[in-house]
């Protein structure tokens, strides 16, 4: 176990006791969102992303361990077990490097040496390998002249294919072309004579070069697509010659033999045909796999912050479905997301209805309190908002509207889910609303999508979709626990990423809700059918009761800390009932922690926490981040000059830069060398999807309707 934890604590910077800690509250069954918020004390506050990490870590250190013993195993049953293998065996800490030592004693499919060696010339190629300085290389292969091997030339081709092998079956020789290929290689691209790159897609890459080291990994993305949609051709060059002398001097032991023309000629055969492709192909998955996670590391933090985003509480919306031909859908929902009215206008052509559009919606905006229009930014979204903002202008309308991203919109709109919550309704209905949903509280709603359907990554199309769907859900199962969740009120989809609960036990809890009203309090949970002491346990602290008896039952404060919370508020002479006030706030501030868990017998981290709920009991997690921008008028790229500076909001945050929305047809892009003055490593140490961010417009492309925007303003502008 020790040399299992050894490597995840150095890897990941932490302490052996607190990866002891994590693996041993993951045995007993506790949960990630769990073990982050209410084992801070055993841990050392690891947060959620820390505990997956080695989680993740001890999965592969053990599935090493694993290979490692079955390698030992099998070589050993072949009688080739010796102290040196055993050593280096135990030395590694890559599966790659295990899978290098045990290749020579694989079972091979057939293969050019195998059969040489089938023909009982392996003893020649022995031979050979020892550089003999004396005897006649001809000589000794006529000993091995028969029916299956006719010639002199045969025996000595044969004994060269067997080296060539040995060649590529060496360890120490693979490692060292890996290690050239990493360090010195160049990527080299080509364009392929025919291809079907009409639009001149991949036109950066007919042509291309770069070292391996400084490949990033969107480039490494485009590089892959490109090549599989036979754009180019892809190559990886090093030094081969370098490497081939190398080689040479490690199989001739740097001496001279009669053997040396021969052993020469295999180094060269082992090297060219088996392991410089063999190799390639190698760091090629290796680099793939990297951009693999890079990618599923930037969707998973767009998506995390889209999640997030604060809800627009106590507003009326109407969402605004655009489209041309089919008409634009509207739908009218109320402070809490139930859908008051649905219609559909044509502003737009082919078939224009432009008057009574203007009439529908001005009466929808008329007979209920509408606060924001909210308008997916889909196809026809720019042409909806001119439509939008001038009935504003003209009709002096106290409302404002947003642009709200319906990616996978209707993905959920054709889903059973949708169906089953409005089963009266068309499919373009049901959109409108989910697109007026999602400023109102955007975690409940996109919860019911599939995350793979929510456009806020790179390349994730070509991305491997178990590992993909692993991380989003983990994502999303994060930012639920994070926000919290009203026992009442929430939907199976939403309940089934609680901590604790799954999609059986949500839906025990939505049918006891309608069985028996309104859950009263946490200790009721455990009167739910499915909801036994383990998942009371894990989950209760996520629930919340909003009008409960318990006031505790409101907050993060978990069932198990209620006496200490109370012992706490007699401490602080604070009544339940006043948490969140200004005397509670005051009170709180004023208090020394470490005298308060001495006090209680608690932890510190556990103190902590009771305080910031003493003090802001109803506190949502999102409110840290900006709201959407809301708007009253549109903007034309003409209205636009070199220097402006604008306000915008983040959508989509990649490896090179960031796409922001302010108010085009088209997002424009900074570009990372745009952020700052100061050397950054990717847009997210500056940027997340959803932040309100001040641009200025760097360049202006009319013809394809595209802006490109800098975070710096300029040096001859006074902004």
Not at 62 to 72: H, I, S
Not at 175 to 180: D, M, P, Y
Not at 273 to 289: A, D, G, H, K, Y
Not at 341 to 364: C, F, G, R
Request: charged share 30%; glycine share 4%; aromatic share 6%.
């Amino acid at each position: 176990m020790k040399e299992i934890i050894e490597p995840i604590a150095k890897q990941l910077q932490v302490k052996i006791s607190q990866v002891e800690a994590v693996l041993s509250l993951l045995e007993e069954g506790a949960t990630v969102p769990f073990i982050a918020r209410y084992r801070k004390e055993r841990t050392g506050a690891l947060d959620e992303e820390a505990i997956r990490l080695i989680q993740e870590q001890y999965a592969y250190q053990v599935n090493l361990a694993k290979r490692k013993e079955d390698v030992l195993r099998l070589i050993e049953e072949k009688g080739k077990l010796t102290e040196e293998i055993k050593a280096e065996i135990a030395q590694c800490t890559k599966l790659s490097q295990v899978e290098d030592i045990y290749r020579p004693y694989q079972e091979k499919r057939k293969t050019r040496a195998g059969e040489a060696i089938k023909k009982g010339l392996e003893p020649f190629a022995n031979w050979m390998r020892t550089c003999p300085r004396e005897g006649d290389v001809k000589a000794n292969a006529s000993q091995y002249v028969n029916e299956q091997v006719p010639f002199v030339e045969d025996a000595i081709q044969g004994a060269k294919d067997i080296i060539a092998e040995q060649v590529s079956d060496d360890a120490k020789v693979r490692e060292r072309i890996r290690e050239s290929m990493q360090k010195f290689g160049t990527l080299v691209t080509k364009e392929k004579k025919k291809h079907d790159d009409e639009k001149k897609v991949y036109q950066m890459y007919y042509d291309y070069s770069e070292r391996i080291s400084s490949l990033a990994p969107h480039r490494i993305m485009a590089i892959d697509r490109a090549e599989k949609e036979k754009v180019i051709t892809v190559k990886i060059e090093i030094d081969e010659e370098r490497a081939i002398d190398w080689c040479i001097r490690r199989f001739t032991k740097r001496q001279s033999s009669v053997a040396d023309p021969y052993i020469i000629e295999a180094v060269h055969d082992g090297l060219k045909r088996l392991v410089f492709p063999s190799v390639e192909r190698e760091i090629r998955n290796e680099l793939s796999e990297k951009a693999h996670e890079q990618s599923i590391h930037i969707f998973s933090m767009n998506l995390e912050r889209l999640l997030l985003q604060p809800p627009m509480k106590n507003k009326t919306v109407l969402g605004f479905d655009p489209a041309f031909r089919t008409g634009c859908k509207l739908a009218v929902i109320d402070a809490t997301g139930k859908m008051l009215e649905v219609s559909v206008i044509y502003p737009h052509a082919p078939n224009a209805k432009l008057k009574q559009a203007e009439s529908t919606m001005l009466d929808l905006l008329h007979r209920y309190p509408v606060d924001i229009i909210a308008i997916g930014n889909g196809t026809a979204s720019r042409e909806s908002e001119a439509f939008v903002a001038k009935l504003i202008k003209d009709h002096h309308l106290h409302v404002t509207y947003t642009m709200v991203s319906e990616a996978g919109a209707s993905v959920y709109s054709a889903s059973k889910l949708a169906k089953e919550e409005f089963p009266d309704l068309h499919v373009e209905q049901r959109s409108a609303i989910s697109i007026a949903r999602r400023i109102m509280d955007p975690l409940s709603e996109l919860i019911k999508i599939d995350p793979q359907s929510i456009g806020v990554g790179q390349y994730q199309h070509d991305l491997p979709t178990a590992r993909l769907k692993e991380r989003l859900d983990f994502v999303v199962s994060k930012a639920v626990n994070r926000v919290g969740v009203n026992v009442n009120t929430a939907s199976v989809e939403l309940l089934k990423n609680v901590s604790g609960l799954s999609g059986a036990s949500a839906k025990s809890i939505v049918a006891y809700r309608n069985e028996h009203g309104a859950i009263s309090s946490r200790q009721e949970l455990k009167n739910i059918p499915k909801i036994g002491a383990k998942s009371f346990e894990q989950s209760a602290g996520f629930l919340r009761i909003e009008d409960g008896e318990e006031v505790l039952d409101r907050t993060g404060i978990h069932p198990e800390s209620y006496a200490v919370a109370k012992q706490i508020l007699h401490k602080l002479n604070i009544s339940q009932q006043d948490m969140g006030s200004d005397a509670a706030q005051k009170a709180v501030a004023a208090v020394s922690k470490t005298e308060l868990a001495k006090e209680t017998g608690s932890d510190i981290y556990t103190i902590e926490d009771i305080l910031d709920s003493i003090a802001q009991p109803l506190r949502d997690y999102r409110d840290q981040y900006d709201a959407p921008v809301l708007r009253s008028d549109v903007l034309e790229i003409s209205d636009l000059h070199i220097g402006d500076k604008m306000e915008g909001v983040v959508r989509n945050v990649v490896d090179f830069g960031a796409f922001i929305d302010i108010g085009l047809h088209e997002d424009g892009l900074v570009h990372i060398s745009k952020m700052s003055k100061r050397f950054i490593k990717h847009p997210s140490e500056l940027l997340n999807v959803g932040d309100i961010v001040n641009v200025y417009i760097y360049g202006i492309n009319e013809e394809k309707q595209k802006v490109q925007l800098s975070l710096l303003p300029f040096e001859n502008e006074n902004v």
